[in-house]
């Protein structure tokens, strides 16, 4: 066995990382980035390190599963959502389901939980849950702790931190209850092909698919559309694409913002 493929056989073992399921160039640019940080010259420097320093598997455990994220991302995105998607569905329904698919340390499920709790503000009559899933345990209890830094927040205005969290006497900000208690977090793997739950109303899966093959990618697509009720919002990072094999899956919404709408 090569000392590529030895080292791949431990990060499986020690991380729980199922590095095969995954694009090779990718995984070895995240190695690479471990390898700079321990100062370990090539693979089978890093694996020995990697054997004798236990520490290192959640910073590698990371590094593989990049979870950059923060409080309205990409804020575009949540104009549309807060204006149109979201006021649409309140319209129609009781029981609202949102599904975030790779929500990492929580800002992208709270965000929408804020729009959520401001829309439903003075609706009682209705229902809201977020379903907010990663494969990654570590970031699920930083998200389920719900305390984050300023630099996070740096899309949240002033009025919003306000209403929705509560500064700490360390300077850390943390969700209030009324936010926190719409979303429940799971763990959860996309590629498990089992959707977290169905006739889902809006399911977001963004900035995740980077790491995955065409292949994985088409059949996430297919995972989310079981996942949806017909006329469900599906919406993907803004630099993701549809593959043409699935494209008949979806009819676009709003093509620049990247959402897309289960036919009905
Ligand atoms: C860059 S973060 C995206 C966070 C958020 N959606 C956003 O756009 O800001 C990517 C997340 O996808 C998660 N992820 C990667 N592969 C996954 C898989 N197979 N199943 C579930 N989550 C996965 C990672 O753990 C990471 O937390």
């Not at 949102?98 to 992208?108: F, S």
């Not at 009720?229 to 093509?255: C, Q, S, W």
């Amino acid at each position: 066995m090569d000392e590529f493929a030895a080292l791949l056989r431990s990060i499986e073992r020690l991380a729980g990382f199922r590095c095969s399921r995954y694009k090779e160039d990718y995984i070895k640019r995240r190695i690479l980035s471990r390898m700079r940080l321990t100062n370990t010259e090539d693979y089978e420097a890093y694996h020995r390190y990697l054997l004798a320093n236990p520490q290192e598997v959640d910073p590698l455990r990371n590094a593989l599963t990049i979870n950059v994220t923060k409080f309205f991302r990409d804020p575009e995105v949540f104009e549309v959502l807060q204006r149109e998607v979201l006021p649409d569905l309140a319209r129609r329904k009781k029981t609202i389901r949102i599904w975030c698919a790779g929500c990492a340390t929580g800002e992208e499920p709270y965000s929408i939980a804020i729009l959520m709790h401001e829309l439903t503000a003075l609706r009682r009559d209705i229902n809201v849950t977020i379903y907010a899933t990663d494969i990654d345990t570590g970031v699920l209890q930083k998200a389920t702790a719900g305390i984050y830094d300023e630099k996070t927040l740096e899309n949240v205005g002033e009025r919003r931190i306000q209403k929705h969290f509560t500064r700490r006497d360390d300077g850390m900000l943390e969700i209030r209850p009324h936010i926190r208690d719409l979303v429940k977090f799971r763990r959860h793997d996309l590629m498990s092909g089992i959707p977290i739950a169905r006739y889902l109303d809006v399911v977001t899966c963004r900035n995740v698919t980077i790491y995955f093959t065409e292949g994985q990618k088409n059949e996430l697509a297919h995972l989310f559309h079981s996942a949806l009720a017909a006329d469900g919002y599906y919406i993907m990072g803004k630099t993701e694409y549809l593959g043409r094999e699935v494209e008949h899956l979806f009819t676009p919404y709003n093509i620049a913002q990247k959402i897309l709408q289960k036919p009905a």
